[in-house]
T-cell receptor
């Protein structure tokens, strides 16, 4: 099946620093990638939709200047959390849209656990 | 009202039991439906898509009731390895942009 990787799998950083998370589709081209955030015991919340070669579409309440998304190629999207603060600590998961058995589905990366001190 | 609602559980069942989860969605224009499984501190993994006619995959059966706007997942002969959180996922954008809305998940614990 389709594989999506994320790097790093976990990161600890100081408040005020920026953190970049990479999401790659390994065996298929993904014109659309999605970035989610999941706080403990809560559901995945869509942050933004990333389309290759165009600006990301952010969900309501997500600051586009704080969460910078770049989708420069069909296999790579990056999320940069700028000036991270402790409240940004969360599990960040990307997904890539692919097609299996004639059905479009989303394949998820393994997630990146961010802890901001 | 949440767009996708699930009973958070936990459902504690003995091995071999049959357990069913329901999920309701609010947007009648929702196009596609899925059940994902999420293990603790891991990413969600697709368990199965849900089709209007209902579908089965081994011990798992999914059904969709569009009139009542709910989806169900039935697990027969529960295994210890079935312990996880089961996420109901709905694609709510009729334009096919595949924007997924996740339920909060139903936690299942299968006991020996």
């Amino acid at each position: 099946g389709a594989v999506v990787s994320q790097h790093p799998s976990w990161v600890i950083c100081k408040s005020g620093t920026s953190v970049k998370i990479e999401c790659r589709s390994l065996d298929f081209q993904a014109t659309t990638m999605f970035w989610y955030r999941q706080f403990p015991k809560q559901s995945l919340m869509l942050m933004a939709t990333s389309n290759e070669g165009s600006k990301a579409t952010y969900e309501q309440g997500v600051e586009k200047d704080k969460f910078l998304i770049n989708h420069a190629s069909l296999t790579l999207s990056t999320l940069t959390v700028t000036s991270a603060h402790p409240e940004d600590s969360s599990f960040y998961i990307c997904s890539a849209r692919g097609r299996t058995g004639g059905t479009d589905t989303q394949y998820f990366g393994p997630g990146t656990r961010l802890t901001v001190l | 009202r949440k767009e996708v609602e699930q009973d958070p559980g936990p459902f504690n069942v003995p091995e071999g039991a049959t357990v069913a989860f329901n999920c309701t969605y609010s947007n009648s224009a929702s196009q596609s439906f899925f059940w994902y499984r999420q293990d603790c501190r891991k990413e969600p993994k697709l368990l199965m898509s849900v089709y209007s006619s209902g579908n089965e995959d081994g011990r798992f059966t999914a059904q969709l009731n569009r009139a009542s706007q709910y989806i169900s997942l039935l697990i027969r002969d529960s295994k210890l390895s079935d312990s996880a959180t089961y996420l109901c996922v709905v694609n709510v954008d009729p334009r096919g942009t595949y924007k997924y809305i996740f339920g909060t998940g139903t936690r299942l614990k299968v006991l020996a």
